[in-house]
C-alpha cells in the first residue's frame, strides 16, 4: 500500500469530501486560514489536523503538502529559520506552475501565509517572507533557508498519518543544510518594524502560539 492509498483509506466519509474539495492550492490555503493556530507542542500529521481543526506552521506546512500531493505535485517543504533564539521557524509547502515557485503555509502571522507561483527561483521565494518575519520585539528575524525537503522519503514512517513521523520531520529540519539570505553584517543595520506593518502583521494573532524571546525554539 503506498502513502497516499494509507492515508485516503483512513479518511472518514466527511472528510473524504472535505479533502477532494481541496482541489487548488487557493482552496487549501483557505481550509488552512480557518483552523486555529494553537500554543503548545504537539506535532499532528495531516489526518489529524483534519480532525482536530488545528494546526500551527509545521502541521499546516506538511498537510498542504500531502494536499498538494492529492492533486499530483510532489510532497515538497522548505523550512525558512530565524537568528538562532530570536523567533520560531517557519515550514511552508512549495510547489511550481508555468516554471514558476509559490506556496502555501499555515501562521500565526498574517504575512507569513500564501504566495503566487510568480517566483523564479526559490531564493525570491523565500525573500519574500523577509518583511513579515518579525517577533513580538519588531526584530525582522528571517535569515536562513532550507533546500527542498521531498517528504517521500518519510513515507516510511507514515507522516501523513501518524505524529511520530511529523516528530522526525521536525528532527531532520534542525539537522539540514541552510543557505544564508544576508550577507555578514547586514543583520546589524536593519531597522524595526514600524507600527502600521506590525499591527498588519498580527491581525488575528493567537497569543499563546507566540515565541517568546528566552524560551527556546519550539
Avoid at 492550492?25 to 486560514?33: E, M, S
Avoid at 523565500?126 to 521531498?150: C, G, H, I, W
Avoid at 513521523?165 to 521536525?170: I, R
Wanted: negative net charge.
Amino acid at each position: 500500500m503506498n502513502a497516499i492509498t494509507s492515508f485516503t483509506d483512513q479518511l472518514l466519509a466527511e472528510e473524504q469530501r472535505l479533502v477532494t474539495g481541496l482541489n487548488s492550492p487557493a482552496r487549501i490555503q483557505d481550509f488552512l486560514d480557518k483552523l486555529i493556530y494553537p500554543d503548545g507542542d504537539e506535532n499532528r500529521p495531516p489526518i489529524e489536523v483534519l480532525r482536530q481543526g488545528e494546526a500551527h506552521c509545521l502541521d499546516g506546512g506538511l498537510f498542504a503538502a500531502a494536499a498538494l500531493r492529492l492533486l499530483g505535485y510532489p510532497p515538497l517543504i522548505v523550512d525558512m529559520q530565524p537568528e538562532p533564539g530570536t523567533d520560531d521557524d517557519h515550514v511552508i509547502a512549495i510547489y511550481r506552475s508555468m516554471g514558476c515557485w509559490g506556496c502555501i503555509a499555515k501562521s500565526n502571522f498574517s504575512g507569513l501565509r500564501l504566495r503566487e507561483p510568480v517566483y523564479r527561483t526559490l531564493r525570491e521565494l523565500v525573500m519574500s517572507y523577509f518583511e513579515d518575519f518579525f517577533n513580538m520585539a519588531r526584530q525582522k528575524t528571517l535569515r536562513t533557508y532550507t533546500r527542498p525537503v521531498n517528504l517521500e522519503r518519510f513515507d516510511r514512517l507514515n507522516w501523513m498519518t501518524e505524529p511520530s513521523g511529523v516528530d522526525a520531520v521536525e528532527t531532520y529540519l534542525k539537522k539540514a543544510r541552510l543557505s544564508p539570505l544576508l550577507k555578514p553584517g547586514q543583520a546589524a543595520g536593519l531597522s524595526g518594524v514600524d507600527e502600521r506593518s506590525f499591527m498588519a502583521g498580527t491581525l488575528g494573532l493567537n497569543p499563546d502560539g507566540v515565541f517568546k524571546l528566552g524560551e527556546k525554539d519550539r
